[in-house]
């Protein structure tokens, strides 16, 4: 993945098939870090591209289709749409990238299945546990196909049990190509599907720590 900036002070550059763990206390920088990325904020200085996008030059509408096309999110409290379908939820990006409908059901359909929730397909997200609401969202995130995985605290609302499932997954996930950025206090996520850590601190970048040195 092609350099991801943040000015003033360090330039950060997370490689295709990554996985980087951001780290560090409340107000130190994560969610401005992810919010950049997503081009949900712009900077004041410096720039950012990912995969060959200059993110900070986008107009709005580029960046809805930057999002839809490059971008999957998946966020602490699940943000899924608790009056549709799980499946209709996962189906949603791909209705506005104008996906045919063929096609999407089938993605859908592929993902619920290896995610373990295909049985609840038809069911209201509000009636599904933690667990399997952040499995739906995981689901949603990679209908797309994104070249990026954003996770903001992916497993900060789900108990011991299901917090591990969803490492698990981002794990697998990652040994099979997919680049990951993941803004967590979740120590054991870090140190399980991290192949790269960083922490930062006041709005810097404090520590840099390979694979090697976490595990």
Same mark, same amino acid.
């Given at each position: ?29 994560? /969610? ?42 998946? $966020?602490? $409290? $699940? ?12 189906? &949603?990006?791909?209705? &506005? ?26 069911? $209201?997200?509000? &009636? ?33 049990? /299901? ?41 810097? &970048? ?10």
């Amino acid at each position: 993945m092609p350099p991801a900036r943040r000015s003033p002070g360090w330039d950060l550059e997370v490689r295709a098939g990554e996985a980087l763990a951001v780290l560090g206390r409340s107000g130190s920088g994560k /969610s401005t870090l992810l919010n950049l990325i997503a081009g949900l904020d712009r900077p004041t200085s410096g720039s950012v591209t990912v995969d060959g996008v200059a993110v900070h030059e986008l107009g709005e509408a580029a960046l809805a289709e930057y999002r839809r096309a490059r971008i999957g999110m998946v $966020f602490q $409290f $699940f943000n899924l749409l608790d009056d549709l379908s799980v499946e209709d939820n996962v189906l &949603l990006p791909a209705q &506005l990238a104008g996906m045919r409908r063929e096609r999407a059901g089938a993605r859908a359909a592929e993902l619920l299945d290896r995610l373990g929730v295909a049985r609840y397909a038809r069911t $209201f997200p509000g &009636l599904l546990s933690g667990g399997e609401r952040q499995r739906v969202a995981l689901a949603r995130a990679l209908m797309n196909r994104p070249p990026l995985l954003l996770a903001d605290e992916p497993t900060g609302a789900l108990d011991t049990t /299901s917090a591990g499932d969803v490492r698990a997954l981002l794990t697998e996930l990652n040994a099979e190509g997919q680049t990951i950025l993941l803004v967590t206090h979740d120590t054991a996520l870090a140190e399980t599907c991290a192949t790269r850590t960083i922490e930062l601190l006041d709005g810097r &970048l404090h520590r840099d720590t390979a694979a090697e040195a976490v595990r």
